[in-house]
DNA sequence: GTATATGCAAACAATTTGCACGCCT
DNA sequence: AGGCGTGCAAATTGTTTGCATATAC
C-alpha cells in the first residue's frame, strides 16, 4: 500500500494504514460505519469523514473494493477474484469462489466496442441457515 | 400487471399504470426522479414519494428490476435477462445480451446449502463512444 | 363502506464537503 | 516550509415515513 500511495504523490498516514489493515482482517464486508468503529479502537480521534474519504481514495487505487447492498456501500479487502451471495433475509454477504462459474467470456464484448476493466457478478438468495428457518 | 396486483391484494391505480407504461418505454435505465419526471407529464399531481412507494412494489413483485449504479438506484423495465455495462467515464448503463456469456452453472451453487433466488452480473468499462475520446 | 393508495411535507440515513489546524515528506 | 490529510460539523442527496384525504374495490 505504501508504495502505491507514494507512486501517486499521496501520503501515508496512520489512518490509511491502520483502516487498511482493519478491514483486511475483516471478513463481514462491513459498511463505512462499521470499518469506522473498528478503526476507532486503534485510533480514537478519526472521524467517519475521515473513513469515507480513505475508503474512496484505496477504491480509486484498487487496493479494496466496494459492494453494493440494497443502497448501501461494503468493503471488501480480498482482492483476489470472487463474487458475492447475499441473503435476502439476514442481509449477510458470502464470498463465491469463482471457480463455481466457468466459462466467464470476457473477450465477446470487446469485439462490440467496449473497453471492459472490470466486472462483479452477484448472487441473491438465502443463505443456508435461513433457508432452514424458512421452511 | 393488472392481474398479478389483484393477485395480491393490491390495487390497479392510474400512478401505478402509467409509472410501468413510462418505464417500459425507456431504454435508458432512469433514476427514480428521472422515472418522477417522465410520469408527471401525464399525472401532473403525482408525488416523489408515490414514485418510490411503487416502485418498490413493482419491484417485489417482479415487474421490474433495481440496478444499483455507484449508491443510487436505477430502474429497467426489460424483464428478458440480461446483463449491464456501466461505462464509468459518462456513467451510461448499456445492455449486454445474455448469450455473451456462456454457461454460467447456476446448479452447483445449490449443491453447497445455498437457495439460489437471482443474480446480477454488471460490467465495468468504457462505452465505444467515451472510449474514442480517452485517447 | 372499507381498506388501500395518494399527496404533501417532514424525517432519515448514507455520504460529501468547507474550513482551520496538523502532520507527512 | 509547503501542501496534503484530518477532525469537526454542517450541508447534501437519495429515500422513507406519518398523516389526512382520495379512490379502487
Redesign the interface.
Known amino acids: 500500500m505504501e508504495q502505491i500511495l507514494r507512486g501517486t504523490g499521496q501520503r501515508v498516514t496512520r489512518q490509511r494504514q491502520v483502516l487498511l489493515t482493519e478491514l483486511r482482517r475483516m471478513v463481514t464486508h462491513p459498511t463505512a460505519k462499521e470499518i469506522y468503529e473498528a478503526v476507532r479502537y486503534h485510533l480514537p480521534q478519526i472521524s467517519l469523514g475521515t473513513v469515507y474519504r480513505n475508503l474512496g481514495v484505496l477504491e480509486d487505487l484498487g487496493l479494496l473494493r466496494r459492494l453494493?447492498c440494497?443502497?448501501i456501500?461494503r468493503y471488501d479487502g480480498d482482492l483476489h477474484r470472487h463474487f458475492h451471495?447475499q441473503c435476502?433475509d439476514c442481509n449477510q454477504v458470502?464470498d463465491?469462489d469463482q471457480s463455481?462459474?466457468?466459462?466467464?467470456?470476457m473477450d465477446?464484448?470487446k469485439s462490440?466496442?467496449?473497453?471492459?476493466?472490470?466486472?462483479?457478478?452477484?448472487?441473491?438468495?438465502?443463505?443456508?441457515s435461513c433457508?432452514k428457518t424458512?421452511s
Open positions: 453494493e440494497g443502497g456501500s451471495l435476502v458470502y463465491i463455481l462459474v466457468q466459462n466467464l467470456n465477446l464484448l462490440q466496442g467496449f473497453e471492459l476493466l472490470d466486472y462483479k457478478l452477484d448472487f441473491y438468495g438465502l443463505c443456508p433457508k424458512e
